[in-house]
């Protein structure tokens, strides 16, 4: 191991240290027992290694000595870390995350994957699960102490996160209710916590929320700390913004003539009430995880050697069913690949089939060749990855949903999508919703005027109603409650809404790129191969590495 692999290995052995719950959402194995000190003491700990290994990493000398593949190698491994080191100390100069309460991602969700990660049906460690469930009530009192010191000082989340995460406190008190029903002898110590989360409700309610703001946009200088932070770039906001708007309409012009082409005079929206109700694109709740298990075992046994190299470990991707309202979402395997690479995907408990035509995308995007080709090629390079590199995935949400934002509509490019109506589920659930996202994301927390020509509200700027409106208008057939968690997402998470879209478009762009430099040469397997190599990183190092020289 070079100097710079036992840096990367030792800081990420610290970080799971002190940061379990994001250690478990990782992969890192070794740290499912404990829980995150989200208090005061935890988040300056966690700064701490940060800018020690900065230091640390400062101090080694440059590559060299060595063959010029390994060299360059380790130089993108330095470029890297540095990056991600030098971004969570902007974060903290920023002082986001010492009172910072989300509606996807805030520590509060980050308290209830640690228990749903952990759930791996009979094959569930109880003793694992029972040391957490012990260690819950201590991590919530860190976490009020946090809030409540960061409260003193002005700085508390805008009310309809506080109210979130409330919320979010009682899906996990429901499901430690259900793992105790199941067996370890739980039951003693899911009392407790439960007591625990419902006091914790009682302090967001009562005690924060009177001091919750009630206005959500955050600003121009926190969105371009969240586009650091998620995006691994820097943005002009109000380009970005009006390219969402052309982008939005592109997509919408091609939704239009599809939907004519599948129902002659018909708009998208009547087509979609259409496929809707069609018996061929309906399948029973209780075949739905069988559906997508068969949707994904299909598309590794199509693509596997022809299109990509899939390592025998990744030939399975698992399909299970959520347990709150996260919506879909996939975890890379574990590094020792005792967790599977896992699809959750929510299914509303009142539904009794599920609608069909959009799902194909959906799966494209999570497993193969999605997500789970992407992080699972990633967690299982040791061949020119340090562990930082194989476990750091989660870090880069521009990077990862970026590809699995490319990989649906790349299925279309290798003709997936023969079914128009799976084409049409693939562009109004994938790309006119992440194309809706930009124009929102940023409208909302920087609100922008909205321009005219766009007949939206012209001249007027945006407001969280009229975030709602546009959504509503621009989703598709979700339900309205399905809607207001979109809003209430983006105005938690600046910049993150934003990953999608932008960080497809680098993808494309540096897939041209190499193919106009390569001509005749270009091989799309071998781009492919080479971009999965370079692992997770920020964009602006992707396309550094992907187009080069010019």
Not at 190 to 213: N, S, W
Not at 466 to 475: I, K, N, T, V
Not at 485 to 494: K, V
Not at 528 to 534: C, K, N
Request: proline share 5%.
């Amino acid at each position: 191991m070079s100097a710079l692999d036992e840096l990367a290995d030792r800081y990420v052995e610290e970080f799971a240290g002190l940061d379990p719950c994001t250690a478990t959402i990782m992969g890192i194995a070794g740290y499912d027992a404990g829980l995150t000190d989200y208090g005061p003491e935890g988040v300056a700990a966690r700064s701490d290694l940060s800018r020690r290994t900065l230091a640390a990493l400062d101090a080694l000398p440059r590559p060299g000595g060595k063959d010029a593949d390994r060299a360059d190698a380790e130089r993108v491994a330095a470029e890297v870390l540095r990056e991600r080191l030098e971004t969570e100390l902007a974060l903290d100069e920023a002082r986001v995350r010492d009172h910072c309460l989300d509606t996807t991602d805030g520590p509060v969700q980050r308290l209830r994957y640690a228990f749903e990660l952990l759930d791996q049906g009979e094959d569930t460690d109880w003793e694992t699960v029972g040391a957490r469930v012990r260690a819950l009530p201590a991590a919530l009192e860190n976490l009020r102490a946090g809030l409540l010191r960061a409260c003193q000082q002005g700085r508390v989340s805008a009310r309809r996160q506080v109210g979130r995460s409330a919320r979010s406190c009682v899906d996990l008190r429901g499901h430690l209710s259900g793992l105790a029903g199941r067996g370890g002898g739980l039951e003693e110590p899911v009392r407790a916590a439960a007591q625990a989360l419902t006091g914790f409700v009682r302090f967001l309610e009562e005690e924060l929320a009177p001091h919750a703001p009630e206005r959500d946009p955050l600003g121009a200088d926190r969105y371009h700390v969240g586009v650091r932070d998620f995006l691994g770039t820097s943005l002009d906001l109000e380009e970005t913004y009006a390219w969402g708007w052309e982008e939005l309409a592109r997509i919408e012009a091609e939704m239009a003539a599809l939907a004519d082409r599948i129902s002659p005079g018909r708009t998208p929206s009547e087509v979609a009430a259409l496929l809707d109700a069609d018996p061929a694109y309906r399948v029973g709740a209780g075949d739905f995880v069988g559906y997508i298990q068969e949707l994904a075992d299909r598309a590794i046994d199509d693509l596997d050697g022809v299109h990509f190299d899939i390592p025998a470990p990744l030939r399975r991707v698992d399909c299970r069913l959520a347990s709150s309202d996260a919506g879909v979402y996939y975890l890379a395997p574990a590094e020792d690949l005792s967790r599977p690479g896992t699809v959750w995907w929510w299914v509303h408990p009142a539904e009794e089939e599920i609608v069909t035509w959009s799902v194909p995308a959906v799966m494209f995007h999570e497993g193969v060749p999605g997500h789970h080709l992407q992080l699972g090629t990633t967690a299982l390079n040791t061949a020119t990855l340090n562990r930082f590199q194989r476990v750091s995935a989660e870090l880069y949400p521009g990077h990862g949903e970026g590809w699995g934002l490319y990989a649906e509509r790349l299925m279309g490019e290798l003709g997936y999508y023969r079914d128009p109506a799976h084409r049409l589920g693939m562009l109004a659930d994938g790309q006119q919703i992440r194309a809706a996202r930009v124009v929102l994301d940023i409208g909302m927390h920087l609100e922008l005027p909205i321009p005219a020509g766009t007949g939206f509200h012209e001249g007027e700027r945006w407001t969280p109603r009229l975030g709602w409106e546009f959504l509503r208008a621009h989703s598709g057939p979700w339900p309205d409650e399905h809607v207001t968690f979109e809003i209430d997402r983006y105005l938690g998470r600046p910049g993150q809404a934003i990953a999608y879209k932008l960080g497809e478009k680098v993808w494309l762009e540096a897939r041209e790129a190499a193919r106009r430099r390569d001509g005749a040469a270009f091989d799309l397997k071998a781009f492919h191969r080479r971009a999965l190599d370079l692992g997770p990183m920020g964009l602006d190092r992707l396309r550094a590495e992907l187009v080069g020289p010019a």
